[in-house]
């Protein structure tokens, strides 16, 4: 076997489309009337597969810790069921009380930068399998501010200026950074 030693290390990030991936106000506008979504609402979303791994229950009890203090937000989960149901998901959030202020898009949609439009904070709750986020590059292309957990790469690209990290698992510490970006109008 050969043994070396890298003298210039650098990480290079995966790559998106910064062309595609940039806002669309009228684009979000749409997606907010077709989900019944107000113009003013604060909304927080989630983008990615229906998976245990993605945390999305963890999201759903952020909000409902959150939405304590946000009467006017509501948030979206938009992805396929893949090893979670939405029925699943939507038990927890009538657990949890936020089921009228919670909207569910189980599948894959075409329109996503749309999405991401409609969306004022993204949130990836992950738990575990984030070596690279493409989800997280096109939030921030698209000029969201993000919560992200402290799962694989995600941390490696958020700073104090894009988001905020939080441990995974935690709904909590979620919530509290969820609030702390609504009260930071930059």
Known sequence: YFEFELKNKEIVYY???SEKFRIDIEGGRQIRRQLG???NAL???VIGRLDPVKGHQYFIEAAALASKDLPNARFLIVGEEKNVQVTELRDIANQTGINDRIIF????VE???AYYSAIDIGVIPSIGSETISRVELEFMACEKPLVVTKVGMLPEVVDIQ??????PASPTR???????LCQDKN
């Open 37 to 39: 979504i107000d113009e």
């Open 162 to 167: 894009t988001g905020l990290v939080v441990p």
């Open 174 to 180: 979620m919530a509290e950074a969820m609030l702390m």
């Open 105 to 108: 898009v189980a599948q894959r």
């Open 111 to 113: 329109q996503i930068v």
């Open 15 to 17: 790559g998106i489309d």
């Open 43 to 45: 909304v927080f979303g």
